[in-house]
């Protein structure tokens, strides 16, 4: 995978954190809501987070100090 299908793959990872961020507080706000769902929503978010910092590493050289 070369450096720009990285960002871009990192991009559409970030964007896809903050939406579900916000419809985690939305449907938190609802007042009535699936426990399960908020649930499954979390723990996404969590997988996306966890494959946002494996792609940032990538980017970042090895350095040897």
Same mark, same amino acid.
């Given at each position: 995978?070369?450096? @720009?299908? $990285?960002?871009?793959?990192?991009? $559409?990872?970030?964007?896809?954190?903050?939406?579900?961020?916000?419809? $985690? !507080?939305?449907?938190? %706000?609802?007042? !009535?809501? @699936?426990?399960?769902?908020?649930?499954?929503? #979390? #723990? %996404? #978010?969590?997988?996306? %987070?966890?494959?946002?910092? #494996?792609? %940032?590493?990538?980017?970042?050289?090895?350095?040897?100090?």
């Amino acid at each position: 995978m070369d450096e @720009d299908a $990285i960002r871009e793959q990192l991009s $559409i990872l970030v964007e896809e954190h903050r939406d579900l961020d916000d419809a $985690i !507080t939305v449907v938190q %706000r609802a007042g !009535t809501f @699936d426990l399960l769902q908020v649930q499954r929503m #979390k #723990k %996404r #978010k969590l997988a996306l %987070r966890d494959e946002i910092s #494996k792609l %940032r590493n990538m980017l970042v050289p090895d350095i040897i100090a």
